[in-house]
């Protein structure tokens, strides 16, 4: 199958230009000036002319099908995979757990089980490790092997993931001796518990406690021990879901150190607030995630951070709980599943508020979203690019074009949308996953099933 894309503006994290591209079988065979003339016969043709031409996006943290607070994520990995595609996301990197007492791979067994026959876009998986003790620590590195080289721990909700200090240090020695990263969720869970029980106790147990009882110290406090941690151990770490300038600038401090720390942050933290908390009707619910939605005071902070690198990677952390499973949490907010939709708009959401509004450039938009992932987790450059060889993992993307979010619309399995209504210029048109049109003209033309595991190489700097 021989497909030539005509006219588009080709842009990656470091060029910017017009031309033309053809894609023989998966991947990108020849770009230059004109091809029309030089390449003979193709199957299919496409008109990029006035679009951008967009390595396919890659979000390295999404949950399909996960168990979590007595509910289960509403997006399998077909849906999941599906709304992802509509939204110009190529690649996602799913999150296995290992429960406590469990061997990690047959933990990563149940989530191969989870995702074959159903994704139609390509998948990896980090490993979130909860039971480390010594004599799995040799686990780590045949995991590693496999090609999942990224393992999350959690500093938060004890009893269920939380793993203490010791274990963090042995893990963050284990893997990063054998090239593999620690994607920490960074958050004080002991400090955090006592709050937690302190506000049901005195009866505060609407969804804004949520929030109020997870201060931006608590995330900041995570993240400066995460990155001592790891200094101590001689590795790098990656923490997940940065949410507010209190933990941006443990970020920026250990990089300015020279220090290899690295952290993503989400749309939701970019463009919601915690003024939402305080929607009725339990509308709160909506935005229970962790961490929570803070002050818009940390809005612009975070985009400087996106700016000058100390954030490198934007993802979206998608975890969608229909209003049925959230009701669980009517009378305690700590009883609300923890998470929320969000991997078929991060494209959109980021061009608008991004490129759109003049905060971030073009190569700066197709970096974030696409090629620091690529980097940071062993998929560069099958991913995260085009150039000659590799994947042909495309996005055709209309940046005049304009949206609206709606959960009418949206391709995700779940009852709200968390930005119901919003405007976004910058739409994703066509899709091309290892050379296959996946979304054209609105309709998804992927088989359950034809997206394939990617195994990924090691950490190698960034
Ligand atoms: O609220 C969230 N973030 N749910 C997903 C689990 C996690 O901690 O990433
Ligand atoms: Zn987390
Ligand atoms: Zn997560």
Known sequence: MRTLITGGRIVTAVDDYTADLLIDGETVALIGGDLSSMVGEVDRRIDASNKLVLPGGIDPHTHFDLPFGGASSSDDFETGARAAAFGGTTSVIDFAVQYKGQALNEALDAWFAKAEGKAGIDYGFHLIVTDLPDERLPELGAMIDQ????????????????????????????????????????????????????????????????????????????????????????????????????????????????????????????????????????????????????????????????????????????????????????????????????????????????????????????????????KIFGLFPKKGTIAVGSDADIVIFDPHREATISAATHHMRVDYSAYEGRRVRGVVETVLSRGRVVVENGEYHAPAGSGRFIKRGIFAGK
């Open 147 to 374: 090609g999942v080289s990224s393992f999350k721990l959690f500093m938060a909700y004890p009893g269920v993931f939380l793993v203490d200090d010791g274990t963090i240090f042995k893990a963050m020695s284990a893997a990063g001796d054998r090239g593999g990263l620690i994607c920490m969720h960074a958050e004080n869970g002991v400090v955090i518990d006592v709050l937690v029980k302190r506000a049901l106790a005195e009866g505060r147990t609407a969804p804004k406690y949520h929030a109020l009882t997870r201060p931006t110290r608590a995330e900041a406090e995570g993240v400066h021990r995460a990155i001592a941690i790891a200094e101590m151990a001689g590795s790098p770490v990656y923490i997940v879901h940065l949410s507010c300038y209190d933990a941006l600038r443990e970020v920026q401090a250990a990089r300015d150190l020279g220090l290899p720390a690295y952290a993503e942050t989400c749309p939701q933290y970019l463009f919601l607030d915690d003024s939402l908390y305080e929607g009725e009707n339990f509308d709160g619910a909506k935005y229970v995630m962790t961490p929570p939605l803070r002050d818009k005071a940390n809005q612009e902070m975070l985009w400087r951070g996106l700016r000058m690198n100390d954030l490198q990677v934007i993802s979206t952390d998608h975890c969608p709980f229909c209003m049925k499973e959230k009701e669980l949490g009517r009378d305690d907010f700590s009883k609300i599943p923890n998470g929320g939709p969000g991997v078929e708009h991060r494209m959109s959401l980021v061009y608008d508020g991004g490129v759109a509004a003049g905060r971030i450039s073009l190569n700066r938009f197709v970096e974030l979203t696409s090629t620091s992932a690529a």
